[in-house]
């Protein structure tokens, strides 16, 4: 009898302490007005994300946005950390070296056509940045069919390059009034209320620019 008395009594506890913490769980550590658990846990939080404020950041940035395959041009690669350059001491590497190499200066050389990462690791940390190795284009001129355009209806500007094989990448359109009419990256322009209205296409590695004037119609 008294060993069953015994396991009433520590069943009886066990489900008293189940209930207790149900209760502190429900409640997130209060118990009433006054917290249980200790407050050491949120410190080492507020202590952990300031850390992470104050952690140090790597920052990489390829001088030149565009760099041309036909001059076996370079770019420089600058690296800082919170704003202050670091000269020496990372790594640097290519995502793919059969577009974009690096040479012993640590610059970007043009090799192929294409997209390259650049990417340098330095002391734990880690920054990226993209080149695009192009053919540039030495003249442009818009022979589009059409110079009106209807409402609602789209037109696609064609743009004749020399060469031939000049990379597009470069090139933004822009439009002079998108009330009349807009214009995508590849060059459709979409009607969208009667008026004038002139469509630009610039080359950002060559800064130059061509124009056309069309005419929106309902």
């Known amino acids: ?4 008395g015994l396991l009433y ?4 506890l066990f489900i008293l302490a189940a209930v207790f913490a149900l209760i502190l769980i429900l409640n997130k550590g209060y118990l009433g007005n006054t917290s249980i658990i200790s407050l ?3 410190e080492k939080i507020e202590a952990s994300t300031e850390k992470e404020q104050n952690k140090p950041e790597l920052t990489v940035e390829i001088e030149k946005d565009y760099i041309a395959k036909t001059k076996k041009e370079k770019s420089k690669v600058i690296v800082s950390i919170d ?3 670091v000269t020496e001491g990372y ?3 290519s995502s793919n070296e059969d577009i974009a190499k690096i040479n012993d200066d640590n610059e970007v050389v043009a090799v192929a056509n294409g997209k390259a990462t650049i990417t340098v690791r330095y002391d734990g940390m880690e920054a990226s940045d993209d080149i695009q ?3 540039p284009v030495s003249s442009m001129v818009f022979t589009s069919t059409s110079s009106v355009v209807r409402v609602g209806k789209q037109l696609q500007m064609k743009l004749t ?3 031939s094989l000049a990379s597009t990448e470069p ?5 002079s009034d998108e009330e009349i009419a807009t214009v995508n990256q590849n060059g459709i322009v979409t009607g969208v209320s009667a008026g004038s209205v002139k469509i630009t296409v610039h080359d950002r590695y060559t800064d130059m620019e061509k124009s056309v004037n069309l005419t929106i119609k309902k």
């Open 1 to 4: 009898m008294k060993n069953k």
């Open 9 to 12: 009594f520590s069943i009886i």
């Open 40 to 42: 050491s846990y949120g």
């Open 83 to 85: 704003g202050e350059e």
């Open 91 to 93: 790594e640097i590497e």
């Open 133 to 135: 190795v192009i053919t």
């Open 161 to 163: 390059m020399t060469p």
């Open 171 to 175: 090139l933004e359109y822009t439009s």
